[in-house]
């Protein structure tokens, strides 16, 4: 049986396909070129892999089964995202993803992954010479160049990064017909980008929940603004992103709000304003601050916090919450922080929170995906988990009391 997509054919899988739309596979066979016994054995061949019958053999034709329903969904949208991927190589050529195979395109992602053929042939355990050769056979199948050499290492061109974001984003429907189906011997993974403001709490007490549930979820994270990670969850590196939400549409990503925090004013324990209950406008702009990055969430609130007035001198833009700790204990700047991000900190007796929470500066934390994104029933749990999480009955405020509690 299949245990990973890789050992899948393309051609077989266009196959099936056109044996669904037409119904027999003398229909299929003159559609797709393929002659009808070839055809015959390579749906023979995936009911084989998939350990399941695809198609209802009948007189008058092919009947496609539910499960074959359920694999030729994800079919269509892994071979969409390929030829998506293929669409703009600049020679102009006719459909160059029906050229290619899995195994050039294993070869091309190590490698585009690694930077060198050398990493490329350990990862896939092919011979050196043979991840040269797959690369080589690929970038004759689409008609041009897709790396550029640089001495021992290798970079995508323009070319080869819209490949493999296409090839990356196939590869993720094929692999989730596996765990569908059961032959994934790791289960559903769920890959996923976290910012520093949903680290502290959400994620942390998702994933505790999730690994109580159920022992076939898989997790792999990575930390960074939002600005970092949705270059790869547009290329299907990471699955979601958990943290801020921009508050404009992107035409080919879907947020989902999971509750909404008011951002707190922070500065060093020994910080001036640090015993006065509610300080002015004016006395906060009185101090130097560390803003986010330009465009980032938080920078758009501290700039509406002071809207209508100068804005107060800001040396230092950072969006690293460990940078900016050290920085508010060593000097009088002021940030802005997700009170998650400020819990322990301020348990601690390092910083202090100056001021009631702004009413007029929120951050908006929830969940960003791919609006192609299909997500296994695993991982579809996760989100309802995250969702109930997020608006659990207890306040955040004794939550993160909770959390610092446990760390001290």
Known sequence: MLHAPFQLNLRHLQAMLAVREHGSVSAAAQRIGLSQPALTQAILKLEEQFGHALFERRADGMLVTPVGDQVAERVDAA???LTSGAKTLANGAVRPERRMTLTQLRAFLALADSGSFAAAATATGMSRTAAHRAVGDLEEAAGETLIDRRGRGVNLNSSGRRLARGTRLAVAELAAILVELGLHPEGALISLGVTPTARALVVPEAMARMATETDSAAFRVYE????????PLRDGVIDLIVGEVPNYEISDLAQKPLYEDRLIVV???????????NASLHELAAYPWIVGLPNSPVRNAWEELFAGRALPRAPIECGS?????????????LTLLNPDQ????????????IGAPLAHATSTIGLTVRRSWRPTKVQQR??????????????????????VADWN
């Open 79 to 81: 071979l969409g995202h």
């Open 224 to 231: 960074g603004n939002w600005s970092e990670l949705v270059e």
């Open 267 to 277: 500065g060093s324990s020994r910080h001036p304003l640090a015993t006065r209950e």
């Open 321 to 333: 919450v460990m940078i900016n700790g050290r920085l508010l204990t060593s000097c009088d700047f």
């Open 342 to 353: 400020a819990a322990l900190p301020i348990r601690s007796g390092l910083l202090a929170q």
């Open 382 to 403: 996760f989100l309802s988990v995250l969702q109930e999480v997020s608006s659990h009955d207890d306040s955040y405020t004794s939550r993160r009391e909770r959390l």
